[in-house]
């Protein structure tokens, strides 16, 4: 009777590399290896499994009309973020045979894509958080405000977008620097081909030579394709308007499985969520 394989669909595709054995390195498929978003947003250190942010409104000062006037005291609006702390995992085996086979030892190259797995996940985690709903102090979901929507779904990303965007911002007086702007390959060829980022007045020769644009109209741009996996658009904020809370940062572990025929076990883990702290501070673009 044949033995079951103990991880369907796992590392039974090592035995492509066997005839390839005679390469000198391991050859990744296409995929985004570092986290892209992560330095975009606040962090904090979770060291509980709900995360809270308090939130302080906005308070004017009060008039003194007289000398000794009685003191008073303002009672500054608070409310709270919450989010939960969940736990990520990769993990794949390599056989002993698998090892002998090659030339090349996989497995510091599977750590490798292991890590980036975690990575694309803390970007997913990010932008989730983002457009979807936030949670406030008594566990009521907060949804995305519609007032901060702009653009047209399937009119592609435009100008007048990205300025509506930034005159959002500008109006809820959100700071100037630190601001994002999180866009995809199709949405960075819309803004490319635009006349205004095209004109040598107002981008330089070398950002269009690398068919890229790094900054604009005051927003850091980042180019990642899972800001439209699931939806299409675009991404602006700042970064204080989105937290990202790490419990336990990006582990990786090989180990030994006696259970699984002494096989080398790759894993990672990450522990984190994110929230949407202002929605004043996050717009979203459809295109």
């Given at each position: 009777m044949p033995i079951p394989d103990p991880m369907p669909g796992g590392s039974s595709?090592?035995?492509?590399?066997?005839?390839?054995?005679?390469?000198?390195?391991?050859?990744?498929l296409s995929q985004q290896h570092p986290s892209r978003l992560r330095s975009t947003v606040t962090e904090m250190v979770v060291k509980a499994e709900v995360a809270n942010v308090e939130r302080l409104g906005v308070q004017e000062a009060v008039e003194r009309t007289?000398?000794?006037?009685?003191?008073?005291?303002?009672?500054?609006?608070?409310?709270r973020r919450r989010f939960p702390m969940q736990d990520w995992y990769?993990?794949?085996?390599?056989?002993?045979?698998?090892?002998?086979?090659?030339?090349?030892?996989?497995?510091?190259?599977?750590?490798k894509a292991a890590a980036w797995a975690m990575n694309r996940r803390i970007d997913r985690t990010i932008i989730e958080a983002a457009?979807?709903?936030?949670?406030?102090?008594?566990?009521?979901?907060?949804?995305?405000n519609p007032s901060m929507i702009v653009g047209s779904a399937g009119a592609g990303l435009t100008l007048d977008a990205i300025l509506e965007a930034k005159e959002k911002l500008d109006a809820n007086e959100?700071?100037?620097?630190?601001?994002?702007?999180?866009?995809?390959?199709?949405?960075?060829?819309?803004?490319l081909s635009t006349t205004e980022v095209s004109s040598s007045d107002f981008n330089t020769i070398?950002?269009?030579?690398?068919?890229?644009?790094?900054?604009?109209?005051?927003?850091?741009?980042?180019h990642t394709e899972l800001v439209a996996e699931d939806t299409a658009q675009a991404l602006a904020y700042h970064k204080s308007g989105l937290r990202l809370g790490v419990g336990l940062d990006i582990t990786a572990k090989i180990d030994v499985r006696p259970d699984v025929s002494y096989a080398?076990?790759?894993?990672?883990?990450?522990?984190?969520?994110a929230t949407r702290v202002e929605e004043e501070k996050v717009v979203q673009i459809l295109i």
């Amino acid at each position: 009777m044949p033995i079951p394989d103990p991880m369907p669909g796992g590392s039974s595709t090592i035995d492509k590399a066997f005839v390839e054995a005679f390469k000198s390195n391991c050859i990744h498929l296409s995929q985004q290896h570092p986290s892209r978003l992560r330095s975009t947003v606040t962090e904090m250190v979770v060291k509980a499994e709900v995360a809270n942010v308090e939130r302080l409104g906005v308070q004017e000062a009060v008039e003194r009309t007289q000398r000794h006037t009685p003191t008073v005291v303002l009672d500054i609006p608070h409310s709270r973020r919450r989010f939960p702390m969940q736990d990520w995992y990769w993990a794949d085996l390599i056989d002993r045979e698998d090892e002998v086979r090659m030339l090349i030892h996989p497995k510091s190259e599977y750590a490798k894509a292991a890590a980036w797995a975690m990575n694309r996940r803390i970007d997913r985690t990010i932008i989730e958080a983002a457009t979807g709903d936030a949670t406030d102090g008594d566990g009521n979901a907060v949804p995305f405000n519609p007032s901060m929507i702009v653009g047209s779904a399937g009119a592609g990303l435009t100008l007048d977008a990205i300025l509506e965007a930034k005159e959002k911002l500008d109006a809820n007086e959100v700071d100037s620097a630190n601001r994002y702007l999180v866009l995809n390959s199709k949405a960075m060829s819309d803004l490319l081909s635009t006349t205004e980022v095209s004109s040598s007045d107002f981008n330089t020769i070398k950002a269009l030579v690398r068919g890229e644009v790094s900054t604009w109209l005051g927003f850091s741009i980042i180019h990642t394709e899972l800001v439209a996996e699931d939806t299409a658009q675009a991404l602006a904020y700042h970064k204080s308007g989105l937290r990202l809370g790490v419990g336990l940062d990006i582990t990786a572990k090989i180990d030994v499985r006696p259970d699984v025929s002494y096989a080398t076990q790759v894993f990672a883990s990450w522990t984190g969520g994110a929230t949407r702290v202002e929605e004043e501070k996050v717009v979203q673009i459809l295109i």
